[in-house]
């Protein structure tokens, strides 16, 4: 069933949405956000369905033997069977169009292929080798996708093989010819504080995704190892719904299922497959992310800023607002879009993660404010009376319906 929510004067309306497709359990489908468990998921029927029921709509990445399995949960993945190491990017095309074909003709009509896996965080010296194992998988299997994830803007000049994060993204574009750019930032400390760079990353990454007309995703934490702080509802929420606002169509979890190895921990699922209170806390994002998406993918994002207090060195505030004359609240993130008839919509973000904040909005055109519902199935309300609290790292999307 496609669904999108909309008032039509006074009355709430459920209509079909352009372009939205949407499972009959009125889950989001891939092709429109991804909701990715970041890593390798084994073969095992129980896991893959507790991956289902935690709302991700992605399997994650996994052997070709278990595509069946994948397709039995009810789950789509990137296949994995060809990584493209530093060595595998120097073949010639003949030796590349030869194992792309070998695994396309195994797995590539199979209905749980989404597409194939090829590289994480990429150097930009191996760019034209990437491109072209793209391209081979472009040709052989059309219908699927090339997955490549890229650094951070943490990362250092020699990890990435150019001077700034900006070459880095461009040449990605340019030599690549993606589909999509996912990349991760991991911004949440174990000290509470929020690595620099964060906003900025998302900046970049939103500047260029827009720039080449396609989408982006961002991997976010979603254990504790290293520096990084233990998952929470407050953190989780904050990274999910900051992506949204900067216009994302995708996100994936650090990692789903805790590595055995060092101070890694409370990962949705622990080292001996047990699912952790984490699971839960990620399975309510994730539903609000279902619930929105009727709404949020048929939207364009048009512009993103910062309002009441400290605003991110390259970031912008209210003067650069698109759709609003006055902001209330402090704290604030707000990404701007326009829906299929110009319908100004802003999506409000608590960026603090301990303390809850009201807010208000008042756009520059006439008009009802209303709010899509992250819990009642995407359901549209007025905006008024506790509809103007945010939770710490919580978001509203708000719709102008016109006079």
């Known amino acids: 069933m496609r669904i999108a929510c909309v008032l039509c004067g006074l009355a709430l309306l459920v209509v079909a949405a352009p372009g939205l497709a949407q499972e009959e359990d009125g889950t989001v489908a891939p092709e429109d956000f991804v909701i990715l468990p970041w890593g390798w998921t084994p073969g095992d029927l129980q896991q893959l369905e507790w991956i289902r029921e935690c709302g991700f709509n992605l399997a994650g990445f996994v052997d070709p033997d278990a595509l069946d399995l994948v397709q039995q949960a009810g789950l789509q993945a990137f296949v994995s069977g060809n990584h493209v190491g530093d060595a595998e990017a120097g073949l010639d095309d003949e030796e590349i169009a030869r194992r ?8 590539g009509d199979h209905p749980a ?39 951070p803007n943490y990362a250092s000049p020699g990890q990435m093989g ?17 589909e999509f750019i996912s990349y991760d930032h991991y911004a949440l400390m174990d000290d509470g504080t929020l690595r620099d760079g964060y906003f900025q990353n998302l900046e970049a990454v939103r500047r260029v995704s827009l720039a080449a007309g396609i989408p982006f995703w961002n991997i976010v934490l979603s254990n504790a190892h290293f520096r990084y702080a233990e998952p929470s509802p407050a953190g989780l929420r904050f990274q ?57 993918c048929i939207l364009r994002s048009v512009n993103v800023f910062h309002h009441g207090g400290e605003i991110p060195e390259g970031c912008s505030g209210i003067e650069t607002s698109a759709h609003l004359e006055s902001v209330d609240g402090e704290n604030l993130l707000v990404g701007e879009f326009v829906g299929p008839d110009d319908q100004p919509a802003v999506l409000v973000v608590n960026k603090d993660l301990h303390i809850s904040t009201t807010f208000g909005v008042r756009f520059k055109q006439p008009g009802r404010v209303q709010l899509v519902s992250p819990y009642q199935e995407g359901a549209v309300v007025d905006l008024a009376g506790e509809q103007g609290w945010l939770a710490p790292g919580q978001g509203s999307l708000l719709l102008l319906q016109p006079e």
Do not use: C
């Not at 191996?126 to 890229?150: H, T």
């Open 113 to 151: 292929t989404f597409g194939y896996y090829l590289r994480d965080e990429p150097s930009s010296v191996i760019y034209p080798g990437l491109g072209r194992w793209k391209a081979a998988y472009k040709a052989a299997n059309p219908d699927r996708l090339a997955y490549i994830n890229l650094f």
């Open 100 to 107: 792309v074909g070998e695994l396309v003709d195994r797995v």
């Open 162 to 178: 150019a001077d700034t994060y900006e070459q880095y993204l461009e040449r990605y574009v340019e030599q690549v010819d993606p």
């Open 240 to 296: 999910a719904y900051t992506t949204l606002a900067y216009g994302g169509r995708g996100i994936s979890y650090f990692t789903y299922f805790a590595p055995k190895v060092g101070n890694y921990r409370l990962a949705p699922v622990d080292q001996f497959g047990n699912r952790t209170p984490v699971w839960d806390m990620l399975r309510n994002v994730n539903l609000q992310i279902h619930a929105l998406a009727p709404a949020y």
